[in-house]
């Protein structure tokens, strides 16, 4: 839909900090969101929750607009990203999956073979009406707040769908790409199709950036992911360009695979807390604009910490071409929002004060 292919003019979007920052452009500050900002660590989420099991909030739009909405109304922040998760392409194409409080995905008949690959069908938009619903909802409520549509990765996804669940080593993931790369190879393909369509309804129904979370790609050695990750991701970054919104590329514990991911076509590479922005910035080639990267823990020091550590970011995020304040990982559940709501307001005046 070609309507769709830059955000609506009058809106405020495009002078969206967020928006600005991911193109490389200068911003009035420095704009600040957080992954999973919605979910278990706000008692108004908690509270919508209680007694719906995940999936099924994840496909009732008047709860994915109210828990999108409630870390923007609470904190501020300079982007809203959609509620969902990254299995739920997968569960509205067929696969018989839940996802377990305090586990995660769980699936029931983990893909080893050949004849498993077959429940991978092409998702279309008609498999996910509650997200093109959701989304219209949220670009109207949102006005000049930009929405964040998502997806998992393919070695991410790959991983749940293999293991049957969380997984530590990724063994038979592992044991499947090294040793059978030709079905690896199906494998990725499908789930880097399903990447692209569900990015694609998002961005159709007005989704102003996409982010795709390969949170465990991080277990992957460089060479292999260069050989076997990286076609794959690639193809989603460019079958995603055409649309016009800028693109997200995050994952865990990559701090050996910054230059790689950098390559997969992305205009704003996500950095995991183990790697200061500046070194980030050394090891990505130039183009991109960087997200990140305060560990989520440091939200549990005493304030002083926190600030100091915040305002190390920043400082390190200014030797980018382009930086996104964000943490470096996942919102921790326990992590009490008064923290969150003060780092907000700090990353927007400390940011402010800098400013040439
Ligand atoms: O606010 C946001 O960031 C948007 C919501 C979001 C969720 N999942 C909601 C959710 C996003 C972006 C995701 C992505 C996701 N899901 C990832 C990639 C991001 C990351 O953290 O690395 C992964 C690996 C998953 C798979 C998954 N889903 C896990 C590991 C879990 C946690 C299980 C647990 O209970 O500890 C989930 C469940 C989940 N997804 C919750 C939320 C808010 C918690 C479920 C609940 O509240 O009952």
Redesign the pocket.
């Known amino acids: 839909d070609d309507a769709n292919a830059s955000p609506p003019e009058g809106g405020g979007l495009a002078e969206s900090p967020f928006l600005l920052a991911c193109r490389r452009r200068p911003v009035p500050h420095t704009p600040v969101w957080?992954?999973?900002?919605?979910?278990?660590s706000l008692p108004e989420?908690?509270r919508v929750?209680d007694g719906v099991?995940?999936l099924e909030?994840?496909a009732r739009p008047d709860l994915i607009v109210e828990?999108?909405m409630q870390?923007v109304r609470r904190y501020g922040v300079d982007a809203a990203?959609?509620?969902?998760?990254?299995?739920v392409p997968l569960k509205a194409i067929g696969v018989d999956l839940d996802?377990?409080?305090?586990?995660?995905?769980v699936i029931t008949d983990p893909i080893r073979d050949a004849a498993g690959l077959s429940v991978l069908r092409p998702l279309v938009p008609d498999d996910v009406p509650y997200v093109t619903e959701a989304v219209h909802g949220l670009v109207g409520e949102l006005g000049p707040t930009p929405l964040i549509g998502?997806a998992?990765g393919p070695f991410?996804l790959a991983s749940?769908l293999i293991e049957g669940g969380?997984s530590k080593n990724h063994e038979r993931t592992k044991a499947m790409m090294y040793g059978e790369p030709e079905l690896w190879a199906d494998l990725m393909s499908r789930l880097a199709d399903l990447t692209i369509a569900f990015l694609k309804v998002q961005v159709a129904a007005g989704a102003s950036a996409v982010?795709v979370?390969d949170?465990?790609v991080g277990a992957v050695a460089p060479q292999d992911y260069r050989e076997s990750v990286l076609p794959h991701t690639r193809r989603i970054f460019a079958e995603i360009e055409p649309l016009g919104v800028p693109r997200i590329h995050?994952g865990?514990g990559t701090g050996e695979l910054l230059g790689p991911m950098g390559e997969a076509g992305a205009d704003v590479v996500g950095v995991d807390w183990r790697v200061p922005l500046d070194e980030a910035v050394a090891r990505v080639d130039p183009g991109k604009a960087l997200q990140g990267n305060l560990d989520p823990a440091i939200l549990f020091a005493p304030w002083e910490t926190v600030e100091r550590r915040a305002r190390d970011v920043l400082a390190r995020g200014r030797t980018a071409e382009g930086h996104i304040f964000n943490l470096g990982?996942?919102?921790l559940?326990s992590t009490n929002p008064d923290v969150l709501a003060r780092l907000t307001d700090l990353v927007h005046e400390a940011s402010t004060e800098d400013a040439p």
């Open positions: 957080f992954m999973r900002q919605a979910g278990r989420y908690l929750r099991p995940m909030s994840c828990i999108t870390p990203i959609f509620f969902s998760d990254i299995m996802i377990k409080p305090g586990v995660g995905p998502f998992g991410t749940y969380p982010q979370f949170s465990w995050f865990v990982h996942g919102v559940p």
